[in-house]
């Protein structure tokens, strides 16, 4: 911990500790608003917490500070600040709440394994100190996870009858903050957060906080989700919303963007959309339920195959399949990849080649900006037929796939330099056609599994082989 202990006395009226974790945002956050119910003082405090921000890529890194710099401008508006701290969460919550004398705090529950001891030992430490300690299960979801269950267990494994379930549950009300009082207390100055953006290196465009994440909802919101069920899969359209990131770092309310979407947006295009939330949901609860999920199967499957030449082509999107390469080769330029292209690599690596889901969810973890424990596992289990797919042994064919999803090659030109001159569909699909000659002049590999029409075969014995969606 870097700073010193505040020299101010503690203010007469106790204050509440809302922490932030990943709920950085003002609008509709549960957490902010209790405790800074009935004028209450509050000390909003975020603790950069060490054992996350070592390991944390550059982009990400940038994405958080600029998201709590945005939270920081947005509480000086209500009258407030962001108190910064860094180190021990648990030690320096406990830290705050002695400087101001705050008889209680609040938190965001979550679902990972770490959040979850942190939880843990927070509420340990406070009932030591005779402080309350609130924990808000509807912040980062729409509904809480374990809030619906079915009868006799505590988490839904498949989604359809968890999604009807859903669907049903009322909204809960919109959070609100208008003013807010913060006693004096030391923090870190935003020159500390400046020098980790520079660690931090830029990966794709989109800038971190609650203020870029509200006005891409809102242009997302009026001008494209009405297209969304019809468009959603197309790889070259890139039309889904993005709002990812936003979501992760709880920059923006998922219960907001359903309440929005339905109320101003109905039909098709938002009934869709809300639906991808639910799966966002959906995994929530199970990762509430079962942590070890980040890293066990939960259907144990045979063996994975040893590859680690063929890992490597797939990470560097090199595998000789274009619709692949194209994938994994956006996910390196911008931190970022389609849905659509997330279950064709996935699919590929998993089932094509037989290798661990856990390599490849680490390698999607390295990259992505919006790597979430939850939805980044779960996804993969659900792929590689570990998880709760109920059609576990499905293979996506990345050929079929690239016909029905880049009819016109559009995505893999533009993500794979080395095709952009192939105007020819098929070509563009299986340069492989043309010739070895041709295609080792355009500097592109042969694939490194035998493709044809209806099958992916693992060659040299390797991987699952088999025809696919
Ligand atoms: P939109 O299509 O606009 O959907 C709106 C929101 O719904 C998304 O922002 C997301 O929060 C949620 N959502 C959409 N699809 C899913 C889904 N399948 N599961 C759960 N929530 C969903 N999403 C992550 O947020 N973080 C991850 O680390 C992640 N890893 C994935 C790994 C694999 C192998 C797969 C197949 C999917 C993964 N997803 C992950 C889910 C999904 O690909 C992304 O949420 C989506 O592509 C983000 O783009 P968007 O915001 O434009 O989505």
Same mark, same amino acid.
């Given at each position: 911990m870097s700073t010193t202990a505040s020299a101010s006395s503690p203010t007469a009226a106790p204050s509440a500790v809302v922490l932030f974790t990943r709920d950085l945002r003002v609008h509709d956050n549960p957490v902010l608003t209790a405790g800074a119910a009935g004028g209450r003082p509050v000390v909003p405090l975020f603790v950069l917490d060490d054992a996350i921000t070592a390991r944390i890529p550059g982009g990400r890194l940038r994405f958080?500070?600029?998201?709590?710099?945005?939270?920081?401008?947005?509480? +000086? /508006? $209500?009258?407030?600040?962001? &108190?910064?701290?860094?180190?021990?969460?648990?030690? #320096?919550?406990?830290?705050?709440? =002695? !400087?101001?004398?705050?008889?209680?705090?609040?938190?965001?529950?979550?679902?990972?394994?770490?959040?979850?001891?942190?939880?843990?030992?927070?509420?340990?430490?406070?009932?030591?100190?005779?402080?309350?300690f609130h924990r808000h299960d509807q912040v980062h979801t729409v509904q809480a996870p374990g809030e619906i269950r079915p009868g006799d267990r505590d988490?839904?494994?498949?989604?359809?009858?968890?999604?009807?379930?859903?669907?049903?549950?009322?909204?809960?009300?919109?959070?609100?903050? +208008? /003013? $807010?009082?913060?006693?004096? &207390?030391?923090?870190?100055?935003?020159?500390?957060? #400046?020098?980790?953006?520079?660690? =931090? !290196?830029?990966?794709?465009?989109?800038?971190?906080?609650?203020?870029?994440?509200?006005?891409?909802?809102q242009r997302w919101l009026s001008r494209t989700v009405d297209e969304y069920e019809g468009i959603h899969d197309d790889l070259s359209a890139d039309a889904t919303s993005h709002l990812s990131p936003y979501l992760h770092f709880g920059c923006l309310s998922a219960t907001e963007l359903v309440a929005r979407a339905t109320r101003d947006h109905p039909g098709a295009g938002a009934d869709a959309f809300i639906r991808q939330l639910c799966w966002r949901d959906f995994h929530h609860q199970v990762l509430a339920a079962r942590p070890d999920a980040a890293h066990e199967d939960l259907r144990p499957r045979g063996e994975w195959a040893e590859d680690p030449q063929a890992l490597e082509a797939w990470t560097e999107g090199r595998t000789g399949i274009p619709i692949v390469d194209a994938g994994m080769r956006q996910l390196i330029a911008e931190g970022w990849m389609h849905n659509r292209a997330r279950l064709i690599t996935a699919s590929f690596l998993s089932k094509s080649l037989g290798i661990d889901w856990r390599a490849g969810a680490a390698h999607f973890a390295r990259h992505l900006l919006d790597a979430d424990v939850a939805n980044n596992a779960l996804n993969w289990q659900w792929v590689a037929g570990t998880g709760m797919d109920t059609r576990p042994n499905r293979v996506l064919n990345p050929l079929r796939q690239a016909a029905r999803y880049d009819p016109a090659g559009e995505y893999v030109r533009r993500?794979?330099?080395?095709?952009?001159?192939?105007?020819?569909?098929?070509?563009?699909?299986?340069?492989?056609?043309?010739g070895e000659q041709a295609r080792d002049r355009l500097g592109y590999p042969a694939p490194i599994v035998s493709v044809d029409g209806a099958k992916v075969a693992a060659v040299k014995g390797k991987g699952a082989a088999g025809a696919g969606a």
């Open positions: 958080l500070v600029e998201s709590l710099t945005d939270l920081d401008e947005a509480l +000086r /508006k $209500l009258g407030g600040r962001l &108190v910064l701290r860094s180190g021990d969460v648990v030690a #320096e919550v406990c830290q705050v709440v =002695g !400087e101001v004398g705050a008889d209680r705090v609040h938190v965001a529950t979550d679902v990972t394994a770490y959040a979850q001891e942190r939880e843990r030992r927070l509420a340990a430490e406070l009932d030591a100190l005779g402080v309350e988490y839904f494994s498949v989604f359809t009858p968890y999604w009807r379930r859903w669907a049903e549950v009322p909204l809960r009300a919109p959070a609100a903050v +208008r /003013k $807010l009082r913060v006693p004096p &207390v030391d923090g870190l100055e935003p020159a500390d957060l #400046e020098r980790l953006v520079k660690a =931090g !290196e830029p990966v794709g465009t989109l800038r971190g906080g609650e203020t870029a994440g509200r006005k891409l909802a993500y794979l330099p080395e095709l952009e001159g192939l105007t020819d569909v098929a070509e563009a699909h299986q340069p492989w056609r043309l």
